[in-house]
């Protein structure tokens, strides 16, 4: 079973706009992990925040991450074509850190 | 360096046939994962291992899934009398280190697409 729900399940915005996802979950976790699918496809790392961290930042990617509610958000800002994707937060468990538990994705639209 | 390679990129094979699907990791990677994607969903956990040894396959869906990586690099899975509801996107992964500390992250492979007719 997926642990992680990403919020909302579609996502279309005009070129340039901000583009922001939101991921919860259930178990406590060791860390969280971004990736992103384009069409067909494999899966791209994009970043990855620790338990003990709150809040990381990668080039236009912002992530923040609250334990305390369980949840995560991905942040791009100044959004291209070339971020039309999936997106998906995937946990690692603190029983199983080499596990991840991926949510069930978001899909990113950036209409030009 | 290259990264994670996985062949055949497809297979179509008959119901009840067995399928074997090889991962390449990225070189000196000690951990190596299995995943399963259906369509429109994350990837699914299967297994995994560090080195040669399989420290995880709780995954697994039923005995008639086998995973192996005797040397700690290549590993293999192993769909035996598959049924149509295997078919799938497999996907491999490998990290660096084990544990979860800063270098848990996984780099995926580019999948092999396993249908079942």
């Known amino acids: 079973s997926q642990q992680g729900e990403e919020d909302p399940q579609a996502l279309s915005i005009q070129e340039g706009e901000n583009a922001t996802m939101n991921c919860s979950y259930k178990?406590?976790?060791?860390?969280l992990q971004w990736y992103r699918q384009n069409s067909g496809r494999g899966l791209v790392h994009l970043i990855l925040?620790?338990?003990?961290?709150r809040e990381k930042h990668s080039g236009r990617l912002r992530v923040t991450l609250d334990t305390s509610k369980k949840s995560s958000s991905l942040l791009i800002t100044a959004s291209r074509a070339a971020d039309t994707a999936s997106y998906f937060c995937?946990?690692?468990?603190?029983?199983?850190?080499?596990?991840?538990?991926f949510g069930q994705g978001t899909r990113l639209t950036i209409n030009p | 360096g290259a990264g994670v390679s996985q062949s055949p990129r497809y297979k179509v094979t008959k119901r009840g046939q067995d399928v074997a699907l090889r991962c390449d990791p990225i070189?000196?990677?000690?951990?190596l994962y299995w995943y399963r994607q259906a369509l429109g969903q994350g990837p699914e956990f299967l297994t995994y291992?560090?080195?040669?040894?399989?420290?995880?396959k709780s995954g697994l869906p039923n005995d008639r899934f086998s995973a192996e990586r005797p040397e700690g690099s290549i590993s293999t899975l192993t769909i035996q009398r598959t049924e149509q509801r295997d078919s799938a996107m497999y996907r491999c992964?490998?990290?660096?280190?084990?544990?979860?500390?800063?270098?848990?992250?996984?780099?995926f492979g580019p999948g092999t697409r396993l249908t079942v007719l």
């Open positions: 925040i620790r338990s003990n961290e």
């Open positions: 291992f560090n080195y040669e040894a399989q420290q995880d």
């Open positions: 995937a946990t690692g468990i603190i029983q199983g850190a080499q596990k991840l538990v």
């Open positions: 992964a490998s990290s660096l280190v084990s544990g979860g500390g800063l270098h848990n992250e996984q780099f």
């Open positions: 070189s000196g990677h000690v951990s």
């Open positions: 178990t406590s976790i060791n860390n």
